[in-house]
């Protein structure tokens, strides 16, 4: 699709050029994104050099730090491209974190610029909202590491590993993109429902639309209707890019019109049961294509079409194999920056703490579900250790024990003079809407072992729970 990618983007990747030569490069007139309205190139780069002349007065340099903690919206993306193209590092921060979380993770990783919401005029069903945004210098530090791109794996921080990818390996994924059979072709739209703050919606969303010539097309409400309203206003292709809980979106049209243009959707995040598949294709009439990924990596393995489903197919340029139980995918160095588990990666091969198995005949890749204590949630992952260690740190929360019970489940012993209403005060204060409990059950005491372990065992919790309060 792209010829040359692969063999110009590792060179480009060193310098801040390859946002210019990967990203932005095209005709002014060509529309790349939707905004409320058509956003052309040449007004996108005119975005990007006043934004990058605005973060220069700042101080950001090549080399400095930047955290970007903005709703999906054209401000995030010039911000982000003008901070790329400075060659300063990025830190994604989700906007939906508590002042408390965003306060954490910005004295945990010391940017020296931080582009925060001032203020938000669209309504918050927006897919990408209308913001103008705040400038901050702090006392911060340079970047430490060559990476382009700083997350945090679970959004937050505390336990959270810090995940670093550079310009080189977004590049190596944007590449990845144009050879997979059934993504969106130049000339096509994508209209994208992932958050472009993580990895799906980022690059397979937005990166590889500014680069493949594929227009990126948000809705303007994120609703089922919303969504057909996007698809149907333009004649070219589209494909949906979303994750499991936008089916349901769409799902919710009683009696959505014919949509020509309709292509296949395409979800990320978990795996979307084979009813819920069905029902979709006998909807609309188009695949329900699958991916898997992961932060550290990118896409790991597709099945656009549908045709396997749940088996997968590794993305060109990745290999991956069983051990255990557990699926490796290939990646030459470790993503994590800072401290983390030494066993995480280890001789080219990264552990995914995902369990499944690979078929030796086909290649094809079954993932069957987690195997540490990260979930998704609407497409979002929440650790659960983490959920835990901020209950069992708020005041008067004795023990605590945090598991996954169809929906985040908590268990608590309290001391007076400690509320069951005040915990939930306390949460709502620390985590985000997403990663918080739906069910929170104080018990008198907590079960433990006779060496005084905490039991997890969900029977063993629900019963303690009947005669709780």
């Not at 980022?202 to 493949?212: F, I, K, N, P, T």
């Not at 020509?260 to 995040?269: S, V, Y």
């Not at 540490?372 to 835990?388: M, N, R």
């Amino acid at each position: 699709m792209t010829g040359g990618l692969a063999s110009t983007g590792a060179e480009l990747a060193t310098s801040p050029e390859w946002v210019d030569e990967i990203l932005l490069r095209g005709a002014d007139d060509d529309i790349c994104l939707y905004s409320g309205g058509p956003l052309d190139r040449g007004t996108l780069r005119r975005m990007v050099a006043q934004r990058q002349a605005r973060l220069a007065d700042a101080g950001l340099r090549a080399g400095g730090s930047l955290a970007l903690r903005l709703p999906p919206s054209t401000a995030y993306v010039a911000n982000l491209l003008a901070a790329w193209r400075t060659g300063a590092q990025v830190i994604l921060l989700d906007h939906r974190l508590t002042a408390f979380e965003a306060d954490l993770a910005l004295r945990r990783l010391a940017p020296r610029v931080v582009v925060e919401p001032g203020r938000i005029t669209s309504s918050p069903l927006s897919a990408f909202a209308e913001v103008e945004e705040t400038v901050t210098v702090r006392d911060g530090r340079d970047a430490a590491t060559p990476h382009a791109v700083v997350q945090l794996s679970s959004g937050s921080t505390g336990p959270s590993k810090v995940i670093g990818r550079t310009a080189a390996d977004l590049v190596a994924e944007i590449e990845r993109y144009t050879r997979i059979d059934g993504v969106p072709l130049p000339g096509e739209r994508v209209v994208v429902l992932a958050s472009m703050v993580h990895v799906l919606g980022l690059v397979g969303g937005l990166l590889y639309g500014l680069h493949a010539g594929v227009q990126v097309r948000p809705p303007e409400r994120l609703t089922g209707d919303g969504v057909l309203d996007a698809i149907a206003a333009d004649p070219a292709p589209a494909t949906v890019l979303g994750v499991p809980f936008h089916i349901g979106l769409l799902a919710s049209v009683a009696d959505p019109p014919p949509l020509p243009q309709l292509k296949r959707m395409t979800t990320g995040g978990e795996a979307v049961p084979a009813a819920t598949a069905a029902a979709f294709t006998a909807k609309y009439g188009v695949p329900l294509g699958n991916m898997w990924g992961m932060t550290e990596v990118g896409v790991i393995a597709t099945d656009l079409s549908g045709e396997h489903r749940p088996a997968l197919t590794p993305a060109p340029g990745l290999a991956v194999v069983e051990r255990d139980g557990e699926l490796l995918v290939s990646r030459p160095e470790s993503p994590y920056v800072g401290p983390s588990d030494p066993d995480r990666w280890a001789d080219g091969w990264l552990r995914t703490k995902d369990a499944g198995v690979v078929d030796p005949a086909t290649g094809l890749v079954t993932v069957k579900g987690r195997l540490d204590s990260q979930v998704s949630v609407g497409g979002l992952k929440v650790d659960l250790t983490e959920v835990e260690a901020t209950l069992a740190g708020l005041p008067g929360v004795v023990a605590a024990v945090v598991l996954h019970d169809d929906v985040v489940t908590a268990y608590a012993q309290l001391a007076a003079p400690a509320t069951a209403e005040a915990v939930r005060a306390g949460l709502v204060e620390r985590l985000a809407a997403y990663k918080r409990p739906r069910r929170l059950h104080v018990l008198d005491a907590m079960p433990r072992t006779t060496t005084g372990k905490l039991v997890r065992d969900r029977s063993v919790l629900r019963q303690a729970a009947r005669g709780g309060r």
